[in-house]
């Protein structure tokens, strides 16, 4: 089993900057790809961004909406992925999830049913 738990939500204006973070715990050494899902109100849970996870071969992946804004890190050593998000814009407003998929899942999968491992999510909510 492995357990996510996001945390650095908020509300902040746009321009702001917000750093999230996701801590993993229980069978990490099973995750291939660690990603970043969010989903606004009314909408889908839509991917925003993935990083190869447990391996040398390092790899990061961004959805176009936050390409060049977002970035994806990860600490091995901490167990935590993070998202570095800068010039927000109201809508990136969203509930933010991350999430990890096995190696069975193949390289840095884009949906959600690909990704076996969920947090409870955390709020971002950026005013105009």
């Known amino acids: 089993q492995v357990q996510l738990v996001e945390s650095g939500g908020g509300l902040v204006q746009a321009g702001d900057s917000l750093r999230l973070s996701c801590v993993l715990s229980?069978?990490?050494?099973?995750?291939?790809?660690m990603g970043w899902f969010r989903q606004a109100p009314g909408k889908e849970r839509d991917w925003v961004a993935a990083?190869?996870?447990?391996?040398?071969?390092?790899?990061?992946n961004y959805a176009s909406s936050v390409k060049d804004r977002f970035t994806i890190t990860g600490d091995n050593a901490k167990n935590t992925v993070y998202l570095q998000m800068s010039s927000l814009k109201p809508e990136d407003t969203a509930v933010y999830y991350c999430?990890?998929?096995?190696?069975?899942?193949?390289?840095?999968?884009?949906?959600?049913?690909?990704?076996?491992?969920w947090g409870q999510g955390t709020q971002v909510t950026v005013s105009s």
């Open positions: 999430a990890a998929a096995r190696a069975e899942a193949g390289y840095q999968p884009l949906r959600r049913d690909q990704y076996a491992y």
């Open positions: 229980g069978r990490t050494s099973t995750i291939y790809t």
């Open positions: 990083i190869t996870w447990n391996w040398d071969l390092r790899g990061t």
